[in-house]
Nanobody
Framework: QVQLAESGGGLAQAGGSLRLSCAASGRTFRYYAMGWFRQAPGKEREFVATLSWSDGTTDYANSVKGRFTISRDNVKNTVYLQMNSLKPEDTAVYYC?????????????????WGQGTQVTVSS
């Protein structure tokens, strides 16, 4: 079992930055691929970013590519999402997820554990 807890959400202005953190506890964190997803009001959950544990391969949704960066610290058992150049359309609840696999995935159904989410609101 892995428990995930997100933090770092809040209110930001368009063009600003936020860094989300996801602290993991339980089984060995370093052997899990990690992902970030988000869900805006009235919309489906969507993929944001993923990070494989084996070689550090990352993948991003086109909507955030070049603005967001996913990273991890295996000593602190934490994965981060650095969000720069924020836009109002980035407003959503952001969730981190862990997958018992070497590789990350953009498919939320492939993840085994989820956090409770943290709200990000970007004002124009």
């Amino acid at each position: 079992q892995v428990q995930l807890a997100e933090s770092g959400g809040g209110l930001a202005q368009a063009g600003g930055s936020l860094r989300l953190s996801c602290a993991a506890s339980g089984r060995t964190f370093r052997y899990y691929a990690m992902g970030w997803f988000r869900q805006a009001p009235g919309k489906e959950r969507e993929f944001v970013a993923t990070l494989s544990w084996s070689d550090g391969t990352t993948d991003y949704a086109n909507s955030v590519k070049g603005r967001f960066t996913i990273s991890r610290d295996n000593v602190k058992n934490t994965v981060y999402l650095q969000m720069n150049s924020l836009k109002p359309e980035d407003t959503a609840v952001y969730y981190c997820a862990a997958r018992e696999s070497i590789r990350g995935s953009s498919d939320g159904a492939r993840y085994d554990y989820w956090g409770q989410g943290t709200q990000v609101t970007v004002s124009s």
